[in-house]
C-alpha cells in the first residue's frame, strides 16, 4: 500500500486543490503520481484518453501529476440532471439513473467497480493521492459509503482530515468530525490540515495545538490563502457567485448560470484577457445590456435549461441583443438552445417531448441515447484548437452548411448562422488555444493578451505545490503514505 486520502470537514474546502498541489509536488520530487476520487458528484467533466469521462478536478489533477486522465482516476461519476435524478458514469461509461429512492443501495454495490480501477492506479505508479467527496461527518450517510471512509477502510488507505479556516469553526469542524464518526472510522484518520488561512500562520499557533490536544490527531500544517487557484479551472458551481456589474470600458462577454449548467470552465480562458469582463449572470438579474457576446454554455439538461432561461427572460435578453447585430455563441447545450427545435422521442432527458428553441440558428436537434465522448483537434475562425466532445444529441440543418469548426481534418462541427453573428459548437476547451481566442476577440472588435492559458494552468500548479513544500510536512505524508499499516 502506497496511498494517502485527503478528506474533508465538508465539502469546497479545498481538497481538490490540495491534491492537485500534492501531486505536482510529489511529481517534483521524483514520484510517478495518480490521482484517485472514488465517486464524484459534477457536471464538469473531461474526456479521458481511454474514451470515457470523469470530474473536472481529476482531469486537473491528472494534469498535475504529468499523465493523461484516465477514467479510473474518477471510476464513479454522478451528473445531476434533475432535483432528485443523476446520471450515473462508471469507468467512464453511463451506466443509467439514480434516484433518491435507489441512491444509497446502488451506490454500495459500485465499491467493486472503485477498488478495480484503485488497483490498476495503484500497480503503475509509485504514490497514489485519493480525494474524498463531501466530508466523512456526515454520518447519515455512511452506511454504502464509498466515497470516504468506506473507500478508506475498504482499501487500507491513510487519512489526512483538511479544515477550512475560512469559513470559520475550524477547531469545533475537526474536532467534531472526530466526535461524530464511526471509532473505527476516526482511526484511519492520522492528522489534520488547516487550509485557506489568512495572515500570520503564528497567529493561530494555540489553535493548532488545541486540535491536536483535543482530537489526538498531529497537524501536518497550514496552508495560507493559495491565490494561485484563482488560475485554475474549477469545478464547483460555487464559483459562479460573481458580481454582475461590468468594469469600466472594458468590453463584456456574459453567461447565464442556467440550473444545470455544465464545463463552465470552457470561459476560464477570457480570465486571462485583461481588455474582457466575463461575466456569470445569476437567476434573477437580467443580461446585462452593454454585453457584446453572449454565451449559452452547456447543460445536463438542455430542455429543462431552456425552460428555465425563458422563465428567467433571458430568451427576450438574448434576442434583443441579436436584433442590434451583437454576437451570440452556443457551446454544447447551448448550441441546441439556439436552434429551431429540440426533439427527445426517447425520453433520454425526461418524457418523450418535443421543444421549441430560440431559433437563431436553422438546426434542430435530436436526442439520442449514444454518447458522443471523444478528443479532438480542429480548425474554426481560421485558427486551430485543441478540446473535446462531449454530448448526447444529433444536430442537423440548413445552418450546418457553415460548420463553426473542422474537426480532425475532414468533420464538420457546429453552424453559423447565415449573417455570421450566431455560432454554435459542440466542442468544450475551444477557448485554451490562444490562437482561437484572439481571433474571436478580433470579430468582437477588441485585442487578445495572447495569454498562454495551459501554461497558466501549469504556472499555478507550481506556485500550489511551492506553498505546501514551505508550509506542509510532505517528507512525514510521504512516510504515513508508504507505511504498511498507515
Request: aromatic residues 4%.
Amino acid at each position: 500500500m502506497t496511498a494517502i486520502m485527503l478528506q474533508g470537514t465538508g465539502s469546497d474546502v479545498g481538497k481538490s486543490v490540495l491534491v492537485a498541489g500534492l501531486c505536482r509536488a510529489l511529481v517534483r520530487r521524483g514520484y510517478s503520481v495518480r490521482p484517485f476520487k472514488p465517486q464524484n458528484m459534477s457536471n464538469n467533466a473531461a474526456v479521458t484518453i481511454d474514451g470515457g469521462e470523469i470530474g473536472r478536478a481529476q482531469a486537473l489533477q491528472a494534469l498535475a501529476a504529468g499523465v493523461p486522465p484516465h477514467s479510473d482516476m474518477n471510476p464513479v461519476l454522478l451528473k445531476p440532471q434533475a432535483d432528485r435524478t443523476s446520471q450515473l458514469i462508471v469507468h467512464g461509461k453511463v451506466r443509467g439513473t439514480l434516484g433518491a429512492n435507489n441512491f444509497r443501495t446502488a451506490r454500495g454495490q459500485l465499491l467493486d467497480a472503485v477498488l478495480e480501477s484503485y488497483q490498476r492506479l495503484q500497480a503503475e505508479c509509485d504514490i497514489v493521492v485519493v480525494e474524498g467527496a463531501g466530508s466523512p461527518a456526515e454520518i447519515n450517510l455512511r452506511a454504502g459509503d464509498i466515497a470516504n471512509m468506506g473507500f478508506a477502510r475498504a482499501a487500507n488507505v491513510p487519512v489526512i482530515l483538511i479544515g477550512d479556516i475560512d469559513r470559520g469553526g475550524v477547531i469545533a469542524a475537526i474536532v467534531g468530525t472526530k466526535a461524530v464518526i464511526d471509532p473505527d472510522d476516526a482511526k484511519m484518520i492520522h492528522g489534520f490540515l488547516i487550509n485557506k488561512f489568512r495572515g500570520d500562520p503564528a497567529l493561530f499557533e494555540d489553535g493548532y495545538r488545541q486540535i491536536e490536544q483535543l482530537s489526538g490527531w498531529r497537524g501536518f500544517g497550514v496552508v495560507p490563502w493559495l491565490n494561485a487557484t484563482a488560475r485554475l479551472p474549477s469545478e464547483d458551481a460555487v464559483v459562479l457567485e460573481r458580481k454582475v456589474q461590468g468594469q469600466g470600458q472594458r468590453m463584456m462577454i456574459a453567461c447565464p448560470i442556467l440550473p444545470r449548467i455544465a464545463n463552465f470552465d470552457d470561459l476560464d480562458p477570457f480570465k486571462l484577457e485583461p481588455d474582457i469582463d466575463l461575466v456569470m449572470v445569476p437567476p434573477g438579474q437580467p443580461i446585462p445590456a452593454q454585453a457584446t457576446l453572449i454565451v449559452l454554455p452547456g447543460s445536463k439538461a438542455t430542455i429543462a435549461d431552456l425552460r428555465s432561461l425563458r422563465s428567467e427572460g433571458w430568451d427576450v435578453d438574448i434576442r434583443s441583443h441579436h436584433r442590434q447585430g451583437k454576437a451570440v455563441l452556443g457551446i454544447c447545450g447551448g448550441y441546441q438552445m439556439l436552434g429551431r427545435r429540440i426533439i427527445d422521442p426517447d425520453g433520454i432527458e425526461g418524457p418523450p417531448e418535443e421543444v421549441e428553441g430560440l431559433g437563431l440558428l436553422d438546426i434542430e436537434t435530436r436526442l439520442t441515447g449514444s454518447k458522443a465522448l471523444e478528443r479532438v483537434n480542429g480548425l474554426a475562425l481560421g485558427s486551430t484548437f485543441a478540446g473535446y466532445e462531449m454530448h448526447v444529441g444529433l444536430t442537423d440543418g440548413a445552418d450546418c452548411a457553415r460548420p463553426f469548426a473542422m474537426l480532425n481534418g475532414d468533420r464538420g462541427d457546429g453552424a453559423i448562422s447565415d449573417d455570421g453573428r450566431v455560432m454554435g459548437t459542440y466542442v468544450h476547451g475551444l477557448f485554451a488555444s490562444t490562437q482561437l481566442r484572439s481571433t474571436l476577440l478580433a470579430t468582437l472588435g477588441t485585442q487578445s493578451s495572447l495569454g498562454d492559458y495551459d501554461a497558466s494552468v501549469e504556472r499555478a500548479l507550481d506556485e500550489i505545490a511551492a506553498q505546501l513544500e514551505q508550509h506542509v510536512d510532505i517528507d512525514a505524508i510521504i512516510r504515513l503514505a508508504k507505511s504498511p499499516t498507515g
